[in-house]
């Protein structure tokens, strides 16, 4: 179903994705939203590995399998973050990065 | 030859008091780590004895007089194979004879504490210091080699010092102990430089090499000069100087009569019989090398000592605090002891001198021991050091009038009591080699015997004071210790000292010579009487004759303003044309550039620590951005 | 335009049309549906990709999963009605000049590379293959890491318990520096 699609196509959505995660992360002031940009850069490496197994070694599976396990450390990392999201709600009643800034000098 | 190992027992005991009382004392009840220190130092005392008359009585003594043992010896310090320093125990006639001295004063003034101190804060504390006071000046007379005499020399500086401070609450007692330390330890600063000097001309530190007449010290001494006198004359002069401070010579005596803010115990014992004369000890321990390769440095010996007493005997007259008194005549029975072997020669009857000096040191032991321990039985009853607060105490005190009538009259040379021996032999071998000195020397005998006797009418006879509260005997602790002195400066002077302490441990004939001794005496009955007469009981004599010798007194009763020299020496010149400068230099110039290195880095750190705002999203942004510029460069520009 | 072409042409404009937006949006819960909505177009390159397992898991776990949990949290700590005030306009210039930047030199240096593509003929897979590959100790087999990712799993939901629970570290935590 990929033909007639050069593999540079989907390299640079994938960028396109990662960067748009990245401008994210330095803007943001929520935590949750950093959180969000987070998965946007995760998920847009997941796309370079599918297209580099598809295009470069259809008889291989470790682009696969390398997805699935970062999606399983994703999922990981959404769940504790989130727990400590809600725990720094409780400490500083807020979730704003920028509030959250005990450990300085 | 028989064993004397036993003998390392003599120093180690009581050090090993001293770290029992000085770490446990407070644990221990004071009155149990006072008996503890005293029976220790009976142990030891015990030991000495043995060994005295192990060496002098059974059967040590050779064909051709008594050897140097060295008993024991063990390389403490092992720098390379020529350079090595040694700890052990030399036993010859004056070390054995010192070790006697020693322990028996010590013993005699640790029991007297026990009932001196009584009471007293910091009890264990004393007994303590006591105990690495006795360590250190054993181990300082029975040193093997010049080194590990240095290394005792400074121990009794610091036991010295610790026990001038032991009232460190009085500021007077704190000054005294600093100024006894600090001026001491300037002149042992030459000794230090001695010593170097010394050997590094003749290669080794051991006694026994380096006085040995046919040893290297005399067969190859370098005939190197500076400034007209030899080097080894250089270096004798330089250890002379250390003696000079710890004996309290003139001019560095004037830490001795401070010192005196002390407990009198401590007086007794270190500023009165043992530690003030191991400048003496020095002398004689090397006296060989002075004798036959540096007789200028002897004769330096001879007029320091000389001027020292007579110097000190002058003062003496005129001081009213009766410890002070003391002070100054030891300062000048040492100026004896010292003149005794400045004339002295090595070998035969021409060390008449050498054995005068050391039977001098003997006897003077026992009875300036008894004088300050009667002076702390005084003070005791009275409550004041001043003379002038006393009179009339022979009612009161009757044991401590005794012993101190004794003691003074020892003192004045009146036979047959020990002093006389001693100092008509000094005054004999004055006689034989320089009649300067030995005129000096009479004079001085006189004004020891106006002087010892004026302290003794002023405070038993004199004007009948009023006290307080009666005063009373002091306890058996106290009055035993002056009884057995007192018997010991009666008895001293019979010991047939020429046939055991010589210079060459050979011994000679030596008889009393009626030519000096009878005027001796007849100068030491005429001092008397001229104190019986001045100070038998109140009148106005004394004040007429301080009268007449209008600004001698004076001078004299401010010591001849030494205190003030040195006060201007260094406060007015080395203070401030020496120290001020380098002080203002060490301030702006070191630790200026210091600070300033401290203070940018301070700054630097209070510019930078901003960096670390707690802003995870500056950090993030400084990573990404120094990523993509990592990036670029090795993409693009390293090739 | 084949018609593989027009679909990837348009999961590629939803893509990115949606993330930029969910970076940008002021209303958290739109950024939120705006993930929601990147990872389902995500899913469908997947299945563009033929592979429709990891398609599905994509859904189920990212759509399904991380995005509810997110809405959840959400729904825990802010008011859905509220706007965040906008980022400081310093801030926003230079990351934003800071992605674009690598952004470009990313494609650049794409764009720059020849990618030799495989001539070999593709593997059918299959749910018995994947299964297989995960569990075996073969050579292509991944019996190691899948047992990591399941210890990682358990640890990471323990230590979510634990830290988010009330009364854990953070109250004791909180009482000390109330107490200082």
């Known amino acids: 179903m990929s033909a007639g699609i050069p593999v540079q196509f989907f390299l640079i959505l994938a960028t396109v994705m990662f960067f748009a995660g990245i401008y994210g992360f330095l803007t943001r002031r929520n935590l949750i939203t950093i959180l969000m940009s987070v998965e946007l850069i995760l998920n847009s490496v997941n796309i ?58 | 030859m028989t064993n004397f190992g036993y003998t390392i027992l003599i120093p180690i005991l009581p050090f090993l008091m001293f770290l029992l009382l000085g770490l446990a004392g407070n644990k221990l009840k004071a009155k149990l780590s006072g008996l503890l220190g005293t029976a220790g130092l009976a142990v030891i005392t015990l030991l000495s004895y043995f060994t005295a008359y192990k060496y002098f009585f059974a059967g040590e003594k050779a064909a051709d007089g008594f050897h140097k043992i060295q008993a024991f010896n063990t390389v403490w310090l092992n720098i390379s194979d020529k350079l090595h320093i040694d700890l052990g125990v030399l036993l010859d006639p004056i070390s054995v004879m010192m070790l006697v001295v020693i322990t028996t004063v010590s013993l005699m003034v640790h029991i007297y504490s026990l ?29 093997t080699n010049i080194f590990q005499m240095y290394i005792f020399w400074e121990l009794v500086g610091v036991s010295s ?161 009766i410890k002070r008194v003391l002070a100054y005549s030891t300062m000048s029975q040492i100026g004896y002891m010292m003149l005794a072997l400045g004339v002295s020669g090595y070998g035969g009857h021409e060390g008449l001198g050498f054995m005068a000096s050391m039977f001098h040191l003997f006897t003077h032991a026992f009875f300036k021991a008894l004088l300050f321990l009667g002076a702390g039985a005084i003070i005791h009853a009275v409550h004041s050091n001043d003379m002038t607060d006393m009179g009339g105490l022979r009612k009161y005190l009757p044991i401590t009038h005794w012993t101190f009538l004794i003691a003074c009259l020892t003192i004045a040379g ?59 005997e002091a306890p058996a602790t106290m009055t035993v210790p002056l009884i057995i002195l007192a018997a010991g400066s009666v008895l001293a002077g019979f010991i047939p000292f020429h046939s055991l302490v010589t210079s060459d441990g050979k011994p000679f004939d030596s008889e009393i010579e009626l030519m000096v001794a009878i005027p001796s005496v007849l100068i030491g009955l005429l001092g008397i009487g001229a104190a019986y007469v001045m100070y038998r009981s109140a009148n106005e004599l004394p004040n007429k004759v301080a009268g007449f010798f209008k600004y001698g007194y004076k001078w004299a009763y401010n010591k001849f303003y030494m205190d003030e020299v040195y006060l201007f020496v260094t406060k007015k010149i080395i203070f401030r044309y020496i120290s001020a400068p380098i002080a203002w230099f060490d301030r702006h110039v070191i630790d200026a550039t210091m600070n300033l290195i401290a203070s940018t880095a301070q700054n630097v750190s209070f510019r930078i620590r901003d960096f670390q705002s707690g802003q995870i999203q500056k950090y993030a942004f400084v990573f990404v951005s120094g990523a993509i510029g990592l990036a670029i460069i090795f993409i693009y520009f390293w090739k | 335009m084949t018609s593989n072409q027009l ?156 830290i988010a629970k009330k009364g854990g570290p953070a109250k004791i935590q909180s009482t000390i520096l109330n107490e200082e």
Not at chain 2, 172 to 193: E, N
Not at chain 2, 447 to 467: C, E, N, P, Q, V
Not at chain 3, 129 to 140: C, F, H, T
Request: with cysteine.
């Open chain 2, 115 to 143: 009932g001196y101190m009584k009471g007293e804060k910091g009890f264990e504390r004393f007994f303590a210091f006591l105990s690495l006071f006795s360590f250190s000046m054993l181990g300082l007379v029975v040193a």
């Open chain 2, 161 to 321: 010092f610790l026990l001038i401070g032991f009232y460190y609450t009085k500021p007077s007692a704190v000054r005294a102990s600093k100024k006894a330390f600090i001026v001491t330890r300037f002149a042992d600063f030459g000794f230090l430089i001695g010593i170097l000097i010394l050997s590094f001309n003749t290669k080794t530190f051991d006694f026994i090499s380096l006085t040995d007449p046919t040893g290297p010290t005399f067969t190859q001494s370098t005939s190197a000069a500076f400034m007209g006198l030899s080097v080894m004359t250089w270096s004798m002069i330089f250890v002379y100087l250390g003696g000079v401070g710890k004996s309290a010579m003139f001019p560095f005596h004037i830490w001795l009569p401070d010192a005196m803010e002390g407990p009198t115990p401590v007086s007794a014992l270190i500023h009165a019989a043992t530690m003030v004369v191991a400048g003496v000890y020095l002398v004689a321990r090397m006296f060989p090398i002075y004798a036959i390769t540096a007789p200028v440095a002897l004769h330096v010996v001879a007029y320091v000592g000389a001027f020292s007493s007579l110097f000190a005997a002058v003062i003496a007259c005129t001081q009213t605090d």
């Open chain 3, 7 to 162: 679909m990837f042409i348009l999961f590629a404009l939803m893509i990115i049309v949606f993330s930029i937006l969910t970076v940008t949006t002021r209303k958290i819960l739109r950024a939120a549906t705006f993930l929601l909505f990147v990872l389902v177009s995500t899913s469908g390159l997947y299945f563009m990709l033929d592979y429709q397992f990891l398609a599905g898991i994509q859904l189920t776990l990212y759509a399904g999963g991380i995005v509810v949990l997110i809405i959840f949290s959400i729904l825990l700590t802010s008011h859905i009605s509220q706007k965040f005030e906008a980022p400081g306009i310093k801030k926003v210039i230079f990351s934003a000049l800071a992605s674009a930047a690598g952004a470009i030199l990313a494609i650049v240096t794409l764009l720059d590379y020849h990618f030799a593509a495989s001539t070999e003929a593709a593997k059918e897979i299959n749910m018995n293959l994947i299964g297989k590959s995960l569990l075996s100790v073969d050579k292509d087999g991944y019996v190691l890491p899948f047992e990591v990712i399941s210890i990682l799993l358990l640890a990471a939901m323990i230590g979510a318990i634990v």
């Open chain 2, 414 to 472: 009146i036979p047959p009591l020990s002093g006389f021996f001693s100092k008509d032999e000094i005054l004999a071998a004055a006689f034989e080699h320089n009649k300067i000195l030995f005129a000096v020397e009479y004079a001085v005998a006189g004004l020891t015997a106006f002087y010892m006797f004026r302290l003794y009418f002023s405070i038993f006879w004199g004007k009948d004071t009023h006290y307080h509260h009666t005063p009373h």
């Open chain 1, 48 to 105: 370079n590995f599918m297209a580099f197994n598809r295009y470069l070694y259809p008889n291989k599976l470790e682009g696969m399998f390398f997805s699935i396990f970062v999606i399983a450390v994703a999922a990981c990392e959404a769940a504790v973050a989130i727990a400590i999201i809600i725990n720094i709600y409780r400490r500083f009643t807020t979730i704003n990065v920028e509030d959250v800034n005990e450990m300085k000098f």
